[in-house]
């Protein structure tokens, strides 16, 4: 049974509390240099919340005896990317200086790695881009390595103004930073979101309608596409761009069929790594798309071939016996 967590806030912007949930095993051994795997939950930018994390993740990590912090951080389009990604960086911190002085366990600041999916991968590898002291390791599920191209999919028109969206999926991006909605239903048996259930919520509108109206780039973003002033921009948000001698250690996984973030933004950011000669491990899984893992339960034949393993690569990051 997963145990509930224990909520805190981690920084507060324009008097929103940004807050995080901390799942631990009370059996650990106060004196163990426990590690953390910090979760970042997908949504495009736009939706979902800490919630929102795969239940065999929290089993896993449980299991292993480590701590799981999932965290909550501002969303699109009230914060644009460019400043989402250093709510991950201020987690990390919050992580390494707060978390010990509030749990039972002794914590190993240079224990600390990031696992993120879809929009959470994308912010977890940003983080490892941008981070002045990089996380021991990361993990991206599907994410989106280049931004520009994966916000232009879908898109029906070139038109790139927000005031082009009806004016009540508009509203949704009128309000403060929001990071305390759950736009869908967790589904008890997998722990992932029951979509067909927030297809009429105005944040998920607001997406769709941002793809039909063509301006899903400047919702996401705040950048203008059709801009050369902002084009440069784009690649400080793209992590694919940003790889440098200390980035961490690096596991991706993506589905071979993903229709919302082909597999090819793993498998070049893949490349980029290698060139740089920086330690790189991909998965790409037959016929699976987005999010196929939410659909994988705990010690199933899919987890011990696809999942397991990414646990092997923390667990050997963390300078753990296997």
Same mark, same amino acid.
Request: glycine fraction near 8%; aromatic fraction near 8%; charge should be neutral.
């Given at each position: 049974?997963?145990?509930?967590?224990?909520?805190?806030?981690?920084?507060?912007?324009?008097?929103?509390?940004?807050?995080?949930?901390?799942?631990?095993?009370?059996?650990?051994?106060?004196?163990?240099?426990?590690?953390?795997?910090?979760?970042?939950?997908?949504?495009?930018? +736009?939706?979902?919340?800490? $919630?929102?994390? /795969? %239940?065999?993740?929290?089993?896993?990590?449980?299991?292993? =005896?480590?701590? #799981?912090?999932?965290?909550?951080?501002?969303?699109?389009?009230?914060?644009?990317?460019?400043?989402?990604?250093?709510?991950?960086?201020?987690? +990390?911190?919050?992580?390494? $200086?707060?978390? /010990? %002085?509030?749990?039972?366990?002794?914590?190993?600041?240079? =224990?600390?790695? #990031?696992?993120?999916?879809?929009?959470?991968?994308?912010?977890?590898?940003l983080a490892g881009s941008y981070s002045k002291k990089v996380p021991n390791a990361i993990v991206a599920f599907y994410a989106a390595t280049e931004i520009l191209p994966t916000l232009q999919l879908g898109s029906t028109t070139k038109t790139t103004s927000l005031q082009s969206l009806p004016e009540q999926i508009r509203k949704a991006a009128q309000t403060p930073p929001v990071v305390v909605e759950t736009p869908f239903e967790i589904n008890p048996v997998t722990g992932g979101p029951e979509i067909q259930k927030f297809a009429n919520h105005p944040r998920y509108q607001l997406v769709a309608n941002a793809n039909k109206y063509g301006c899903r780039v400047e919702v996401m973003t705040g950048l203008n596409p059709n801009s050369e002033a902002d084009l440069p921009k784009f690649k400080d948000i793209s992590p694919i761009h940003h790889i440098h001698s200390s980035y961490p250690p690096t596991y991706l996984v993506h589905g071979g069929a993903d229709a919302m973030v082909p597999p090819e933004h793993s498998l070049n950011m893949t490349k980029e790594l290698e060139k740089a000669e920086r330690k790189v491990r991909l998965e790409i899984v037959p016929e699976k798309n987005h999010v196929f893992d939410f659909a994988i339960n705990h010690g199933s034949e899919e987890y011990e071939k696809f999942v397991a393993p990414v646990f092997d690569f923390l667990q050997l990051q963390f300078g753990l016996a296997q």
């Open positions: 049974m997963v145990p509930t967590p224990q909520r805190f806030v981690y920084k507060q912007v324009e008097g929103v509390d940004i807050d995080l949930d901390v799942y631990e095993d009370t059996s650990i051994i106060p004196n163990t240099q426990t590690p953390v795997v910090v979760y970042l939950h997908g949504g495009g930018f +736009v939706l979902g919340n800490k $919630e929102a994390v /795969p %239940k065999y993740i929290v089993e896993e990590v449980l299991r292993r =005896k480590w701590i #799981l912090v999932s965290a909550n951080y501002r969303l699109a389009p009230q914060t644009p990317i460019g400043e989402i990604y250093k709510d991950v960086i201020d987690v +990390v911190t919050w992580v390494r $200086e707060e978390l /010990p %002085k509030k749990t039972k366990s002794t914590l190993n600041p240079e =224990k600390v790695s #990031l696992w993120g999916s879809s929009a959470g991968g994308t912010l977890a590898l």
